[in-house]
């Protein structure tokens, strides 16, 4: 039934629309009903109408309009010999002086194919007189016989040589680009010779420059900053648990065991966050969307850190880019500064917050006053509005390879997309909230109609709810065996109505629960979880 459906709408709007857009926009809708079959035929046509529109308009995406085709082909010949000198039309003096050259020789014939071959027929003097005259100022007539000489007495060679020295000489003499090495004989000129006096000299000179830079530099009295050793690690840790779902107990674990190293308790993180599929490529098409505006940012990052990043902070660009600049940060040199360094006295940091700080964290989290009808609806809204803005974002992308204006407005449909995918992902975080407290109880949850990462989300913070509940009991042997025994219900169901038969719910939870210490018992619908690993 759905693959007959899409195969309709597929022969009916494809073309002009593309195929994939096609997909992306119908994965929105259930195609087994036919009210959703007519919405989703009224955002096709809208976007059919609009392609139409656009190929009737004749859009030229290379921004001539065709025009000059003659003019172009007729200058296409004479543009070969005179394609290198082009390239340095930005010195506008020698430009001006080649404009400004008189050959008689030229004049009967006023194609630049004629002029080309009269240059080369004239004798060695004129070529240098000719020569001279271009670069008057630049090229001293010494340069100009010794190139023309080398150049075996071609004049078009001469040229693009004494081009080369004009440019090189300006970018030397220029003040806000850095110099650039003399070359060939000019090196060995006496302001370009290095003299070198004796080392032990020239070492003690070299100690002094640096002791009074150093002085000048630091002022008087006003040590050098200290960096804590605790301030660093609670700012690091601080600084990975705000962007990413995994406890903050765990994070502190990792970075410790990472040396203190922050890229390296990073990518232990992404890891640990897509255990699972780690190195597999990402299938919604938004995180794509990331994934590729990531990696154009961060190009020595790896696609599955990439991917990784991304799938970790979904539906957050920026929370992304900012791991991934952490990431990539080259470590920081150890201070080796002498003297006694004072390290203040702090209060003994409280270092028990595996549970009660993370679910303070969590219980922050603002609940709709949304049903869970209307959360689905709203969700159902953004995702559409989502999809839209990704069409216009692309069609904008487009467009921005003929003009370069375009791509502000593919910018700015992309960062609207982003926002609605953060409201639908909003929106359905709060009706799967709903669903799941509809139909759960003290020591179960039942997450059947809960989307993967909303079932893992919601089955961990039961869970450790579940946990806290306990009290004393979790750790108080023969009185709290009874509460650990019975352990705590989470429903997960066979994934018999997931595509391909094979359910991705019951394993994603499964795998969190055993990754963040919990002893859990697969019972294949039913995942009981009874207690802390030791």
Known sequence: MVEDAFGRLESEYCPPLDPALLSAILSDYDLTEESNVQEARATLDSLKESALLEEELGFDASGTGGREHGSV????????????????????????????????????????????????????????????AVFEGHITRYSVQHTLKKCNGKWHPA??????????????????????????????????????????????KALRVRDINSASSTPEGSPA??????????????????????????????????NSSLPKTIAAVLKLERADDFSQPLSDPLMIANAHDLQSDFSSLSQSYINALVFTTHPSLATASDLAAALTRPP?????????????????????????????????????SLSHSDSTALAGT?????????????????????????????????????????????????????????QSTATSVDLHGI???????????????????????RVNGRVGAEGRSE??????????????????????????????????????AVLWVRGRAK
């Open 73 to 132: 082909d007729e200058r296409a010949e004479s543009g070969r010999d005179s394609a290198s000198v082009s390239r340095y039309t930005d010195l506008s003096s020698v430009s001006h002086g080649i404009a400004s050259l008189n050959l008689e020789q030229s004049a009967h014939d006023g194609s630049e194919n004629g002029s080309t071959e009269d240059l080369e027929n004239l004798s060695e003097e004129d070529k240098i007189s000719t020569l001279v």
């Open 487 to 524: 352990g705590y219900r989470v429903v997960v169901g066979r994934g018999t109505h997931s595509v391909g038969g094979k359910g991705r719910l019951g394993p994603a939870v499964g795998g969190m629960l055993k990754r963040e210490g919990w002893r859990v018992q697969d019972e294949g």
């Open 332 to 368: 920081s040199p150890p201070a080796t500064g002498g003297g006694i360094q004072i390290i203040p006295q702090y209060t003994k940091p409280n270092l028990d917050f595996s549970d009660d700080d993370h679910l303070s964290v969590r219980s922050s989290r603002p609940v709709s």
């Open 382 to 438: 953004y995702a559409q509005s989502r999809s839209l803005a990704l069409e216009q974002a692309r069609a904008a992308h487009r467009r921005a390879k003929s003009n370069r204006l375009m791509s502000g407005a593919a910018a700015y449909y992309h960062q609207e997309a982003s926002n609605y995918s953060s409201l639908s992902s909003a929106a359905t975080a709060s009706a799967a909230d709903h669903l799941a407290s509809s």
């Open 451 to 473: 989307d993967v990462l909303n079932g893992v989300r919601i089955a961990r913070d039961r869970v450790e709810a579940w946990w806290n509940g306990l009290g004393e009991h």
């Open 159 to 204: 040229m693009e040589e004494l081009l080369n020295h004009v440019y090189l000489n300006d970018t030397e003499g220029s003040s806000d680009e850095k110099k650039v090495s003399t070359k060939s004989i000019d090196a060995f000129s006496e302001e370009n010779i290095h003299r070198r006096g004796r080392k032990g000299k020239n070492r003690q």
């Open 225 to 258: 900053p200290s960096t804590n050793r605790w301030q660093s690690s609670t700012q690091d840790i601080d600084f990975i648990a705000s962007r990413v779902s995994t406890p903050r107990a765990t994070i502190a674990s990792m970075y410790s065991k990472n």
